[in-house]
């Protein structure tokens, strides 16, 4: 935990804080609390800041805390994936959040078990921790958005409804396309530096044809890691971190 994350619920007017979970349990066994000792904290959707340990319980631990006036600005990187395997969902969580995204739309598609959209990993409750959990790692504050869209039509139509910036690039990830992603962002940022970047990433047996037709109809321009076919999971990871590097390249 590189950085302790509270929710604005737990912070009183005084900027006091008392903890008596897993946060505490970090904070006294790992961190080995102490009275006067500063940790990184910051508000959920806030700002960053510090806070100082005023006490240390057996099982709880108190903090005043002081945050900055300014809020980190939204990741520039957004995900739309076809809904994966709930076990490989459930492990993504994190990893989403500590690589920064700043909305996660997860899309039915034809090749998605209609059954995976009736798991559990769907739930606020469920999902929300472990976004939280990617976030202490990386230092951020910023919750991905999440948007469950259970009809791929439904989504296409919405996308098509939405005014596209001309800094917006949208990718699809497809081990047959011909530009890799830095050869597709360089060729956009001569004309139009993106701000932001959609990266679509299809499920396991891969988009059909009429739903890639579909995206690419949507601004969507094919982009590859290699010839190889990738699990879902890790082509989010490569194309997330890839694409937060070139976009700063990019826009430098």
């Known amino acids: ?13 005084d900027g006091t804080v008392r903890l008596a979970d897993a946060r505490a349990a970090h904070l006294i066994g790992v961190l080995k609390a102490a009275p006067g000792r500063t940790v990184r904290v910051g508000l959920a959707d806030g700002p960053k800041g ?7 319980g057996l099982d709880d631990v108190c903090l ?24 490989v969902l459930r492990r993504l969580w994190a990893q989403l ?16 078990e209609r059954m995976y959209f009736d798991t559990h990993v769907l739930a606020p409750e469920l999902y929300r921790p472990l976004l939280i959990e990617g ?63 959609l990266v679509a990433v299809g499920p396991e047996g891969g988009w059909t044809d009429r739903e890639r037709a579909s995206l690419q109809a949507h601004g969507f321009q094919g982009v590859s890691l290699g010839p190889r076919a990738l699990r879902s999971d ?19």
């Open 64 to 87: 005043h805390c002081v945050f900055e006036e300014t809020v980190p600005e939204r990741p520039p990187v957004d995900l739309l994936l076809a809904l994966p395997r709930p076990k």
């Open 135 to 197: 976030l202490q790692q990386a230092r951020d504050t910023r919750v991905p958005e999440v948007r469950i869209r259970r009809r791929f039509s439904a989504l296409m139509n919405e996308m098509g409804s939405e005014t596209v910036s001309d800094g917006e690039a949208r990718w699809l990830a497809d081990p047959t396309a011909g530009a890799g992603l830095r050869q597709a962002m360089g060729r956009r940022s001569a004309a139009t530096p993106s701000t932001r970047v």
């Open 50 to 56: 510090s806070g100082r340990v005023t006490r240390v």
């Open 97 to 112: 959040a500590a690589l920064g995204v700043g909305r996660i739309t997860l899309v039915n598609a034809w090749k998605v």
């Open 1 to 13: 935990m590189n950085l302790l994350l509270l929710e604005r619920d737990e912070v009183a007017a």
């Open 234 to 252: 890790t082509a989010c990871v490569a194309l997330l971190a890839l694409a937060h590097h070139v976009l700063r390249e990019t826009t430098a």
